[in-house]
T-cell receptor, first 113, second 114 residues
Framework: KAGVTQTPRYLIKTRGQQVTLSCSPI?????VSWYQQTPGQGLQFLFE???????NKGNFPGRFSGRQFSNSRSEMNVSTLELGDSALYLC????????????FGEGSRLTVL | DQQVKQNSPSLSVQEGRISILNCDYT??????FLWYKKYPAEGPTFLIS?????DKNEDGRFTVFLNKSAKHLSLHIVPSQPGDSAVYFC?????????????FGQGTTLQVKP
């Protein structure tokens, strides 16, 4: 069974640009969450989607947005990039929203110059 | 406000010995706790979890202990193997409606020496 797939794996952007990251969950998983990992802040929750609806949102500015499609695939977008947005962005999926374990992808490493 | 804390940034143990990783939390509303392992350039991998109604859960070499009165949990790895060398994250959840919204500790880097 294929795991959580994230694309692209690495990307470099400049300040002010915008970026879109993609996540394909494990087949059959309908819940998708996004996390940001930085050396200083650790792993921080961005948002969670289930059935194309945002269920939870973390404490990030409105520049961070996401969506989920009918096939459970998800995208997140960051507009007006700042240097501090450089991070590893991780997507995780679970079978249902109320199951305990999240399965993570390998992440998208974003560098903002 | 760091609700989940892993106070030891690193831990080094000898192969074959026990590794004990600790985690403290502040929010009594947490009902589910998980441990994840992370290798460089990979996403976190789920290891073991425990519900707040239990005080111990075991899976092979991994055992998680929960002390609710002390708001403390620990992960025991016995025996430790060099392949266990990784960063270990403790995570907590506040209710089943927040399954995707885990709160993570800062991580502990475990090194198991051959």
């Amino acid at each position: 069974k294929a795991g959580v797939t994230q694309t692209p794996r690495y990307l470099i952007k400049t300040r002010g640009q915008q970026v879109t990251l993609s996540c394909s969950p494990i087949s059959g998983h309908r819940s998708v969450s996004w996390y940001q990992q930085t050396p200083g802040q650790g792993l921080q929750f961005l948002f969670e989607y289930f059935s194309e609806t945002q269920r939870n949102k973390g404490n990030f500015p409105g520049r961070f947005s996401g969506r989920q499609f009918s096939n459970s695939r998800s995208e997140m977008n960051v507009s007006t990039l700042e240097l501090g947005d450089s991070a590893l962005y991780l997507c995780a999926s679970s079978l249902q929203p109320d199951t305990g374990e999240l399965f993570f992808g390998e992440g998208s490493r974003l560098t903002v110059l | 406000d760091q609700q989940v804390k892993q106070n030891s940034p690193s831990l080094s143990v000898q192969e074959g010995r026990i590794s004990i990783l600790n985690c403290d939390y502040t929010n009594s509303m947490f009902d589910y706790f998980l441990w994840y392992k992370k290798y460089p350039a990979e996403g976190p991998t789920f290891l073991i979890s425990i519900s707040s109604i239990k005080d111990k859960n075991e899976d092979g070499r991994f055992t998680v202990f929960l002390n609710k009165s002390a708001k403390h949990l620990s992960l025991h790895i016995v025996p430790s193997q060099p392949g266990d060398s990784a960063v270990y994250f403790c995570a907590a959840r506040k209710g089943s409606s927040n399954t995707g919204k885990l709160i993570f500790g800062q991580g502990t880097t475990l090194q198991v020496k051959p």
